[in-house]
Antibody
Framework: QVQLVQSGAEVKKPGASVKVSCKAS????????LHWVRQAPGQGLEWMGW????????NYAQKFQGWVSMTRDTSISTAYMELSRLRSDDTALYYC???????????????WGQGSLVTVSS | QSALTQPASVSGSPGQSITISCTGS?????????VSWYQKHPGKAPKLMIY???YRPSGVSDRFSGSKSGNTASLTISGLQAEDEADYFC??????????FGGGTKLTVL
């Protein structure tokens, strides 16, 4: 069965960076786009960007351009999201989510990771 | 890219029907049939309920339906059940090849 298993909770100081992992299983990792979505406490969902695991091409939401990096390691079917220059308002639950479309993204998400809590606090 | 506009809350009694709206622009909701709806219970990951405006994934109850008119999409839940109480988020593909979510709607089953 399809599973996306994310790394555990992190506590970071303002200005630091965090790297969250998302390990895929149960399907061909390179065959589906992966997206990253976050939810701050009491807030809505916020889309951050996508990565095509087949070739590493990425597209980020304008808000995150310059301070987010999405990468992947196909040898271990794992995607990564790194956010730099963290601020307190980056405290959120970060999700990876699989695009249902396969080789061509369709921009809706059929499987989600369990979420990784990132807390930014001095 | 501004978030899509959803009502903050809606409510209904068991057995009734409710509709949640999601308003965007011609650059997102109005320009593409790539509108999706997600159900989110506290402490759980979002669940895809509707995609491409009005398609239901396998396993989703037919009490859930979607539609779109112009720049506004809607999610209708008929025959409300206690288990439907959750937050609902719409999303849309945009002209920048990105995704934008709505602010979310809290559904209360009275």
């Amino acid at each position: 069965q399809v599973q996306l298993v994310q790394s555990g909770a992190e506590v970071k100081k303002p200005g630091a960076s965090v790297k969250v992992s998302c390990k895929a299983s149960g399907y061909t990792f390179t065959g589906y786009y992966l997206h990253w979505v976050r939810q701050a406490p009491g807030q809505g969902l916020e889309w951050m960007g996508w990565i095509n695991p087949n070739n590493g091409v990425t597209n980020y939401a304008q808000k995150f351009q310059g301070w987010v990096s999405m990468t992947r390691d196909t040898s271990i079917s794992t995607a990564y999201m790194e956010l730099s220059r963290l601020r307190s308002d980056d405290t959120a639950l970060y999700y990876c989510a699989r695009d249902q479309g396969g080789a061509s993204a369709v921009f809706h998400f059929d499987y989600w990771g369990q979420g990784s809590l990132v807390t930014v606090s001095s | 890219q501004s978030a899509l506009t959803q009502p903050a809350s809606v409510s209904g009694s068991p057995g009734q029907s409710i509709t949640i709206s999601c308003t965007g622009s011609s650059s997102d909701v109005g320009g593409y049939n790539y509108v999706s709806w997600y159900q989110k219970h506290p402490g759980k990951a979002p669940k895809l309920m509707i995609y491409d405006v009005d398609y239901r994934p396998s396993g989703v109850s037919d009490r859930f339906s979607g539609s779109k008119s112009g720049n506004t999409a809607s999610l209708t839940i008929s025959g409300l059940q206690a288990e439907d109480e959750a937050d609902y988020f719409c999303s849309s593909y945009t002209s920048s090849s990105t995704v934008v979510f709505g602010g979310g709607t809290k559904l209360t089953v009275l």
